[in-house]
């Protein structure tokens, strides 16, 4: 008998939870955060949770017996399989048993580890005493009756995957986040190839963009930014996400292209140096003469910054107003009180690399964005390509992979998204959060 439960990630974007049971098996495909949830009860850093049994009261966290830290129950859970580094696929993974082992790709672990060591340790970011068990694309993982095989797909962030999950019953896709316009789509293909190939049972799939989709890709992304490298007088200003390689990368070539260098944050260049040990990713390294660490004026620096300050070429405000023209810098509102040194020339831009006003990994408050950017009279551009398949492209692997039942996760339109995809040989399950699904 094999059964699913979606704890999160159902009729919302992000915050996957999934329990898959088999025999008597039991593993979790994700243990995200869903922000939405945190978000109608918390504020932060002013009202910030301050323990798991608070999450639970909440509806925050699952009420599972046997799978927190804080509980003092035997496991109940065998083992949690993290498809990909995004706070809303392994952000919850903290509040786990230490005895439940951690399955995910050898990039998605230095992405968590690099993140948390630059961020505010809490009972949220605690880490430490995690049994992590890395694979790479097409390692095939037994956990008792049930066999997970992650293959490789292109994402927002390197080292993302699906997962093809063999139990007794059959075998359950899951397709994580994933798209068909990034640098890597032959990634994508294989892993749709390979789910046709299993005869799946049911398909779990993301279905982000269903209304305001677009038809680019991250190709096109790294043009328009090269043109407006190149066009713009004065500073160019850029946010985008810290673990966007494949933005970052476009970026890169677009100071390049523009003769210009690109200055990054602290944050950015430690997780881009903890990825210097995986030369496939073909990334800058942190030394290269076009890349910048941008240094905030403070007191004092935590030891991971300087580690960062010993390895790059260091900027600052005072030293960056005067290479307006030659740089671009990546910053975000937290660092904008800086502008008032750096003090943007005529002409200026900033680049918003990111969906707006709120994805995956950053939040951004626009009115007061605006307020800045009409202080210094900087002017805004929306440069950017979604992490997530379009929808006609998803309709297509759908109908590819034949499933014979299609349960849609990670969407908000799920309903929409029914009816969109009617009409094939597969069922479509609008699946409720909490409830357990039999295959
Ligand atoms: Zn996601
Ligand atoms: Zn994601």
Redesign the pocket.
Known sequence: MTSVTFYGGVGEI?GNKILVEDKGTRIFLDFGMSFKAEKTFYSPPFLSPKSGNALIELGILPKVDGLYEFDDSKASVDAVFIS?A?L??YGHVSMLKREIPIYCGETTRTIIEASAMTRQSNFESDLEGIQWKTFRTGKKMNVDSIQVEPIHVD???PG?YGFLVHTSSGTIVYT??FRMHGPRKDMSEEFVEKAAETDPIAILTEGTNLTGAEISSEAEVSDKLSRLVKATKGIVLAEFSKSDTDRLTSFYSAVKSGSRSLAISMRQAYVLKALEKDPKLKLPRLSDKNLLVFRRAKKKYYPWEKEVMNEANVIDSVKLSKLQNETVLVTSLADFEELIEIKPASGSCYVLSASEPFN?EMEIDFDKLMSWLAHYGIVQYHIHVS??IMPLQLREALQKIEAKKIYPIHNEHPELFAKFVSGMKSEVVVAEKGMNYKL
């Open positions: 992000g990909h995004h809303d696929h994402h927002s962030v993302a994580g986040d995956e992490g997530h």
